[in-house]
């Protein structure tokens, strides 16, 4: 009896896994997938992976040895919402005539029609390769015939000649993944060394298996039942926390050959950029058709001499929406064509102030959106912009000329990370960058209670400062190209204060607009403004919201814990005094009650007052972010200080008619 039970076991595991392999099978999906509504752990999931899978060999051809890299990728689509996993655009790098490839692409959708599960494949005319810069292209395609219900099956191959990295393999995505498997098989002339992100658990094998040369070592990676990580407005990359995982090549040795190393420190790596002849031999070149522009700052201090040589590269070059920190084009040509890269502008700008006898310095970092540096494996492909660094005193200033809406010591968001690589004497530092962009704004308004509206009618002027003012500069340029993708996601930051100003269920105006053409000065506006839904009369009572319409609604800090900090875009300061005039024949019934909040070390807070003075209730709401990086323990706080004035924004200032 025992030997039948053991039998019928191994049967059983063997058909299971036989049936879970053939499942995996390009084109083999069960119907009862396809029948599928919702997730089995997260109903919420607008999709999920069933599984994604990718394959890493290497192959010689010739002399040549290349890196394959293979995908499969099965998706369950749950609503409308998640037609976008339909759509793929896959990087590919290029070098001169050296490039990667997509090959052996083969994808198909699947649906429920008359009870049973039909086919459609991916044809030719819906892939295409579009040209995005000098060294990047995508390949795109969209799946046919996708709908709530439909399953993804999607195959491909990246066949590329580069092998320093692995690419970045996601266990974890913006859904769940019931299944993901990474295969790495390491050739032995070729040592990687593992750069893993993320919480998520993942379970290791490894085993011997024939590779082109000799026995290859087959590393193989597995996560089950990976919840999603969603997007998030606070982080500089949310795939900076994401699980995954890549390979970075350290040392490679052929038959016969003497071991080289790949990995060096900051220093090597500053040494090898300043020999470099699209970086540091561009460094210091003098060039005649700037000499007219130095001559003009013979007498200034050297304040005046950067402000004077920054202003001339703001206003006479424009941003052409690429990164990078090497010259794209000659000095000549952007001097002629009046457009270049990031590496184009900044060279260029640093050049100028060289010439102009200023001890200028390259800096080097991560745009934003990129993610945070990796310090502990130096590595100059982690880099794409540049910045120039100048020394004052024992503070400094770092300066971005591709930026027209951005005074001396501000940077465009996309350039605010927390740390770069400062390159001097020929060595390299990494540090600590202090974000000093501040969304600023001081508004006084005065108000009168139409009781027949019911509204708010008043007039009031604003002042923008700092960061809000170029902020505000930039979208009212309809010609500006520098609102770029790295920066939308964060713009939104601005963009949703802004808005709480301009409710577009009330009636704003903006009557006059000073110094709005002067970006080192602070623009003033003036306004007038009827407000509706903000103020109800019910019988004998006129209930007004205690924020008016400046306040925070909703809380974005809605987690119960956070594994990792908070990221703002900026400090932001908002300041608010509204005198609101009593009508004839009211009189205030209550107000709400004052309220202050601070955080340890001063690094936001809240203050709220209603006050009656005179004829005139006066509003005094103050609210400051002081710092743009909070930990994990201080989220907690920081979570209850939105609640805090929350709360608040929903109290009324209720009125009275006097009997």
Known sequence: MKSST??????????????????????????????????????????????????????????????????H???????????????????????GSTREKVIKLKAMTFNIEKGKVSSSKLSKKDQYNEESSEHYSYYKFALPDVKGGSVLDVQYTIRTPFKFVIPTFD??????????????????????????????????????????????????????????????????????YR?????????????NTIKQFYVKDWNEIA?????????????????????????????????????????????????????????????????KNKSGSVGDINLLLLNLLLQADIEAKPFLLKTRNSGLLNQSYPSRSEMNYLLVYIQQGDSYVLLDGTCKYS???????????????????????????????????????????????????????????????????????????????EEDEDEDEDDEEWDEDVNVENEYEITEVKN???INKDITMSYTEVIYNELDKIGDQIFIDAAIDFGIMNNPFFEEDRDYPVFYGFLSDTRQIIKIKLPEGYEVESTPEPSAMAL??????????????????????????NTDIFLGDEYPNLKELYNRIISKTKEKIVLKKVT
């Open 6 to 71: 053991k039998y019928l076991i191994i049967g059983f595991v063997f058909f299971y896994l036989t049936n879970t392999v053939h499942a995996q099978k390009f084109g083999k999906v069960d119907q009862h997938i396809v029948e599928q509504t919702a997730h089995a752990i997260d109903s919420s999931a607008e999709a999920a992976y069933i599984f994604k899978k990718a394959k890493v060999r290497f192959e010689i051809q010739q002399s040549d040895i290349y890196m394959v890299i293979e995908h």
């Open 73 to 95: 990728d099965r998706i369950k689509v749950y609503n409308e919402k998640g037609e976008k996993y339909a759509k793929y655009s896959i990087p590919l790098y290029r070098d």
């Open 171 to 240: 266990f974890q995505a913006d859904v769940p993944v019931d299944l993901a498997e990474y295969e790495v098989r390491m050739p032995p002339y070729y040592t990687y060394t593992p750069v893993a992100h993320g919480a998520i658990p993942l379970n290791h094998t490894k085993k011997e298996v024939n590779g082109d040369y000799q026995q290859d070592i087959a590393h193989t990676f597995t996560a089950s039942d990976v919840p999603a990580l969603l997007p998030d407005e606070y982080v500089l990359n949310i795939d900076d």
């Open 243 to 255: 699980s995954s995982l890549k390979y970075e090549l350290y040392s490679s040795q052929f038959p």
């Open 271 to 335: 040494k090898d950029l300043m020999e470099h002849k699209y970086f540091g031999k561009e460094i210091g070149k003098r060039t005649k058709d700037l000499e007219p522009i130095i001559d003009q700052l013979e007498g200034k201090t050297e304040g005046e001499k950067i402000s004077a040589l920054y202003t001339h590269v703001q206003k006479n070059f424009s941003w052409n929406g690429d990164y990078g920190y090497y010259k794209s084009e000659g000095i000549k040509d952007l001097l």
């Open 407 to 485: 005074p001396v010591g501000q940077l465009p968001l996309r350039a605010t990370n927390i740390n770069g690589l400062l390159i001097s004497g020929g060595k390299g530092q990494i540090m600590d960058i202090q974000n000093k962009n501040n969304y600023k704004t001081v508004t006084m308004a005065n108000y009168e209670v139409d009781i027949d509206g019911p509204s708010l009618i008043g007039t009031g002027k604003r002042m923008l400062k700092n960061y809000a003012a170029s902020s505000y500069r930039r979208t009212q340029d309809e010609t500006s190209e520098e609102e770029d993708v």
């Open 516 to 518: 709005l053409d002067d």
């Open 600 to 625: 340890e070390g001063g690094k936001a807070k809240f203050m709220y007052e209603v006050k009656l003075v005179g004829e005139e209730l006066v509003i005094d709401y103050t609210f400051k972010v």
